[in-house]
């Protein structure tokens, strides 16, 4: 039977990778031609998670757990090695010593998901797999804030006389900030197990208002991809934004499960 560990392992690994893979991609899209030192470090990221790719490949769920193990702490040793990258480039940014098409928040933004990353790997290690409440509000407090931003930065990136588009992204902006608020706030109450009823209506709202903004995306990735809109939003961006909700619909299911496990 295959170590629930293992399995856990693999799939945040296989979809964590390839999101830190391509930010280094993006991140040395939007520098200039003289910041060369910076696009190469990015580049050697991308070659990094590239070769974890390729190892991940030669595990199955079945493989046994110590190599995981192993493996975990080399894919750990990467995020927080392109987590301290990011945070040198949001420094030199916000210390206006570089100037480029990064917005800081986007910097920020990636560099959260880089310690998200590390962070889940470095759990499954110690053995944590089961969700406490806090934990259930915790995360979906990272991919709220997480949904936010691309919100805002799909608003920022469309072409101005994409008014409709750019006002639906604004909508959603707001929608989002006010779920955080709520997080926010549910976090500082401290619901214990025995108050599922309200973590349950708390997981339904984020599903509702996910799916919607889920679906826009597709809507938005599968225009960029035919040319049918004006944006400086590059496609393989936009299927990123679209993957990472997804990713967060898949984390509410996961939480869901638990949930009803506890009220059996």
């Not at 039977?1 to 991140?27: C, T, Y």
């Not at 040395?28 to 060369?36: C, H, K, M, R, V």
């Not at 025995?194 to 599968?222: C, G, M």
Request: glycine share 2%.
């Amino acid at each position: 039977m295959s170590d629930p560990i293992v399995m856990r392992s693999l799939d945040e690994i296989q979809f964590w990778s390839r999101i830190m893979k391509e930010h280094a991609l993006f991140l040395s899209l939007g520098f200039t031609y003289e910041q060369n030192k910076l696009i190469e470090e990015a580049q050697q990221f991308i070659t990094l998670f590239e070769r974890i790719e390729e190892k991940l490949a030669r595990f199955t769920v079945n493989s046994d757990l110590r190599q995981i193990q192993a493996f975990n702490s080399e894919v750990y040793q990467a995020a927080v090695a392109i987590w301290s990258y990011k945070r040198k480039v949001l420094g030199l940014t916000l210390r206006c010593e570089i100037q480029s098409n990064n917005y800081p928040l986007l910097i920020d933004h990636i560099s959260r998901e880089a310690a998200y990353f590390a962070n889940r790997i470095k759990d499954l290690n110690e053995g944590k797999l089961s969700p406490e409440p806090d934990t259930i509000i915790q995360e979906n407090l990272f991919f709220l804030r997480i949904m936010a931003d691309h919100s805002k930065f799909i608003g920022h990136l469309l072409d101005p006389s994409e008014r409709k588009l750019v006002e639906q992204a604004r909508e959603f902006s707001h929608d989002f900030d006010q779920l955080v608020f709520q997080a926010v706030d549910l976090d500082s109450m401290r619901p214990q197990s025995e108050t599922v009823p309200i973590l349950d209506q708390f997981l339904d709202q984020n599903r509702v208002s996910v799916v919607s903004l889920r679906d826009f995306k597709k809507t938005a990735r599968d225009l960029i991809e035919a040319c049918r809109i004006k944006s400086n939003i590059h496609p393989l961006l936009a299927d990123h934004t679209f993957r990472e909700a997804e990713r967060f619909l898949e984390i509410i299911d996961l939480f869901e499960t638990h949930l009803s496990r506890l009220n059996q």
